[in-house]
């Protein structure tokens, strides 16, 4: 039993800075690695970025070198930090916990301007 909750999104301007929020209910967050998905427009959902429970990161190559994403095993939460973003950023971000299938409502990103 998981719940995940995402916040964060919102307008920014090409170049502009955004973090995103995930809240993982349940007791399994400390020791599952989480990762932060995207879907575009009429584009299949990607996972751009993985945080492993030990803090292991991986990053889509699109977005290395721009995004960060970290956790907070005590708030139960991983965040999503995204810096210098594009106009190919924008999407619905989700979170999702491996081997869980739930996925939050997602958080709208959008960037133009």
């Known amino acids: 039993q998981v719940q995940l909750v995402e916040s964060g999104g919102g307008l920014v301007q090409p170049g502009g800075s955004l973090r995103l929020s995930c809240v993982v209910s349940g007791s399994i967050f400390s020791r599952v690695a989480v990762g932060w998905y995207r879907q575009a427009p009429g584009k299949q959902r990607e996972l751009v970025a993985r945080?492993?429970?030990?803090?292991?990161?991986r990053y889509v190559d699109s977005v290395k070198g721009r995004f960060t994403i970290s956790r907070d095993n005590g708030r139960n939460t991983v965040y999503l930090q995204m810096n210098n973003m594009k106009p190919e950023d924008t999407a619905v971000y989700y979170c999702k916990a491996d081997g869980y299938d739930p996925w939050g409502q997602g958080t709208q990103v959008t960037v133009s301007s």
């Open positions: 945080i492993s429970s030990g803090g292991i990161t």
